[in-house]
């Protein structure tokens, strides 16, 4: 194959946007070696869970939606999204270019099959980075037991109301530590608000916050 046969199929119809985000990837990817920074991806969600920071388990409540319950058997309760996304993008292109090499289907049927191959990558990925959990969850809890958060300012990094937890992003010098989180007063504090960690839970499950620190 050319490269330009190569340029052709990796631009037909059916792939050029996994073309273009696999290339935004690309460049997320040498912003963040470079310059050492981390774009806020800007995720809201909801996450009801019960989640015991010190030793780095999830624990998911029988209520729990089926939502976290997926994304707890992908292990995203570990494994940092945008490296899990990357791959499962990068699993889905080589997916569908091996599709439009191999076999000579209409666009519409080839572009169907992104779906299912886009779900194998997603199981492929998973089983890819089950080997480097210990490692993630090393990195996502190091430090933890032995740090104060009480009155500490942090960014929260979902939406939170009345019961629901959250994940709230504090540094602890220049290491960035995520904690879980719950509104004291049960207000509603949106994604991206700066807030205080004013109390703790029995146990240091989570932390209670507020917008601002009352006397």
């Given at each position: 194959?050319?490269f ?16 273009v ?5 690309v ?14 991806v ?26 976290i ?21 990068l699993?889905t ?33 998973k ?38 937890i ?17 509104s ?11 807030v ?11 932390y ?8």
């Amino acid at each position: 194959m050319t490269f330009q046969e190569f340029l052709t199929i990796a631009f037909s119809p059916v792939n050029t946007v996994l073309s273009v985000l696999l290339i935004l990837s690309v460049i997320y990817w040498l912003f963040t070696i470079v310059t050492g920074l981390d774009i806020d991806v800007g995720i809201d969600a909801d996450f009801d869970t019960d989640i015991n920071t010190p030793d780095g388990h999830v624990h998911v409540p029988d209520d729990a939606s089926g939502w976290i319950h997926f994304l707890k058997f992908l292990n995203l309760d570990i494994v940092p999204i945008t490296y899990f996304l990357t791959l499962s993008l990068l699993l889905t292109w080589l997916g569908s270019l091996y599709v439009e090499v191999f076999f000579s289907f209409k666009v519409w049927i080839s572009a169907l099959l992104v779906i299912p191959i886009f779900i194998i990558s997603i199981l492929l990925t998973k089983l890819i980075l089950k080997p480097l959990n210990p490692f993630f969850r090393e990195i996502n809890h190091k430090g933890e037991v032995s740090h104060d958060f009480l009155g500490r300012q942090g960014r929260m990094k979902s939406t939170i109301h009345g019961n629901k937890i959250g994940i709230l992003e504090v540094f602890i010098g220049s290491d960035p530590m995520t904690l879980m989180v719950k509104s004291k007063d049960g207000e509603i504090i949106e994604h991206g608000t700066t807030v205080y960690v004013v109390d703790e839970a029995v146990g240091r499950k989570y932390y209670y916050v507020a917008k601002e620190i009352r006397f």
